[in-house]
């Protein structure tokens, strides 16, 4: 077979086309195929890490984000709040929240965070299930925290459960940690980020 009259720059031209076509078809269906392997949004909202920016909470003031389905409470403490959570008189049932279960163990157990002026804790009450309500310490006589009005179980303000009251247990503190001094993640334990 002889290769007269074989025009060898087409043949390279018409190589290298099919080459790019075939590449950039490879490429379409490789890209949805590829994106079936990751999670879906909603698995990802499930148990995605949240990031929450603390540059614009000021002291007394409490956001609430979402984190795996169950609201997260975030306050910004003052320093009188820190020293009267450390010297609390009130009637406790842990008040040195000896649970492991309640709290990662690198939090300051008697403020119950990290850093003593911002607090994490998942909005849930530990008796059945209620969001409960966050009371400044000038609105209620009992040093403020938070109120269940579900069946009246109510947590000072590191989530610790008051004596006489139907919840058996602390607020759980989530894992989180910092990424900045401004910025936090929740569901990413310290150390670990």
């Excluded at 080459?19 to 490789?30: C, K, L, Q, R």
């Excluded at 000072?156 to 401004?182: F, Q, W």
């Amino acid at each position: 077979m002889s290769n007269e009259g074989v025009d060898n720059g087409k043949r390279r031209f018409l190589t290298l086309a099919t080459t790019a076509v075939g590449a950039v078809g490879a490429g379409f269906v490789a890209v949805p195929f590829l994106g079936s392997w990751k999670p879906s949004a909603k698995a990802q909202a499930a148990g995605a890490p949240v990031e929450v920016d603390l540059s614009k909470l000021e002291v007394g003031q409490m956001v609430k984000v979402e984190y795996r389905g169950k609201p997260v409470f975030i306050v910004k403490r003052s320093d009188s709040i820190i020293e009267a959570l450390k010297d609390s008189k009130q009637a406790l049932k842990d008040p040195e929240s000896a649970n492991p279960e309640q709290q990662p163990e690198y939090v300051d157990k008697a403020v119950r965070s990290i850093r003593p002026d911002v607090m994490v804790l998942v909005a849930i009450c530990t008796h059945l299930g209620c969001v409960p309500q966050h009371k400044k310490e000038t609105e209620v006589d009992w040093g403020g925290g938070f109120f269940c009005p579900c069946h009246g179980s109510r947590f000072d303000l590191a989530g610790r459960v008051h004596e006489g009251v139907p919840a058996s247990k602390n607020l759980e503190v989530p894992p989180y940690s910092y990424i900045t001094d401004d910025k936090i993640i929740i569901g990413v334990d310290q150390g670990v980020a």
